[in-house]
């Protein structure tokens, strides 16, 4: 065998060899070491890391007569949930939440204390206030029970994504378990409900 012959057959080798370990890799992950485009395909592969340059919501309210939670279309295919997933997360949301809203009733003290109802064009005939004191450590306990339903439906990985795109009830402090608005500095706030009998356009109307 000449030089140049034993050149080309040790090259040979390395090139299989090369070949082999890729191969190897992508037997181990499980994937395929390249995805084919297809023009034909509505769908296109990107690595999970691309998820932290995207901006989605993993849940939303559609209808805003009822405030029930829904999860999100963008979630539910970007994370390939299936029907009985999202049935069964949709159905742990709502019941969580409806567990804090009536928690944050009960929670409702009546008070006579001054409330500015702010610039309204209707007559207030009565009115009655109620001062909202929360329970914080009934609302972490409600939240973690939800937590761990979250895990076990989409496991480890994807509940993590879950809440990092649960901005929406995480951080809604008025419908969902967001943190209370931290007042100015050197000052001090409180929550008020009020219920207002006012003339309206109609005749006498209650608003909140």
Same mark, same amino acid.
């Given at each position: 065998?000449? +030089?140049? #012959? ?7 080798? @390395?090139? @299989? ?19 084919? &485009?297809?023009? #034909? ?17 993993? @849940?939303? /309210? ?30 742990? /949301? ?11 009733? +009960? ?17 207030? @005939? ?5 001062? &909202? ?29 879950? &809440? ?45």
């Amino acid at each position: 065998m000449n +030089r140049m #012959a034993a050149s080309v057959f040790v090259l040979a080798l @390395v090139v @299989v060899q090369v070949h082999r370990v890729r191969g190897a890799d992508a037997e181990s992950t499980n994937t395929p070491p390249y995805y084919p &485009w297809s023009e #034909a395909s509505a769908f296109v592969r990107v690595p999970k890391s691309f998820l932290d340059e995207v901006n989605i919501f993993s @849940v939303t /309210i559609t209808n805003h007569e009822t405030m029930e939670y829904v999860v999100s279309d963008d979630f539910t295919q970007t994370f390939a949930l299936t029907g009985a997933q999202v049935d069964q997360l949709t159905k742990a /949301i709502n019941h969580a939440v409806e567990e804090w809203r009536i928690e944050k009733a +009960r929670q409702l003290i009546p008070t006579d204390d001054p409330v500015d109802m702010g610039r309204t064009h209707n007559k207030i @005939v009565e009115k009655f206030s109620f001062l &909202w004191q929360p329970s914080d450590e009934q609302k972490s306990a409600i939240l973690t029970q939800l937590k761990g339903q979250v895990l076990l439906i989409l496991g480890k990985e994807r509940s993590e994504w879950f &809440w990092q795109y649960g901005g929406m009830l995480d951080n809604n402090e008025g419908q969902g378990f967001g943190p209370k608005s931290p007042p100015p500095q050197g000052m001090t706030t409180k929550s008020y409900y009020t219920f207002a009998l006012q003339e309206g356009n109609a005749g006498l109307e209650i608003s909140l």
